[in-house]
């Protein structure tokens, strides 16, 4: 058995529902290390933080392999 090496990512994404999957993918990769989500988007920063938030918890939620 090989030792996996986790690869360090930085996503810079708008955190709208298209994208959701793809965080929620990113985050529950056994080999992906996330370190930031980036939210970019033309709205408040409050709101792209609400959505980053949101996305993020909600990934937790569904994957188990996400400790993070």
Do not use: H, W, Y
């Not at 058995?1 to 298209?18: A, F, H, R, W, Y």
């Not at 999957?21 to 033309?42: F, S, T, Y």
Request: aromatic content about 2%; glycine content about 2%.
């Amino acid at each position: 058995m090989t030792n996996k090496v986790l690869e360090p990512t930085i996503i810079s994404t708008d955190p709208g529902i298209d994208d959701a999957v793809a965080i929620a993918i990113a985050l529950g990769d056994p080999v992906m290390d996330v370190q930031l989500i980036c939210p970019i988007a033309e709205m408040s920063a409050s709101k792209k933080t609400l959505n980053t938030r949101f996305v993020t918890d909600f990934s937790r939620s569904i994957n188990k392999n996400c400790s993070r």
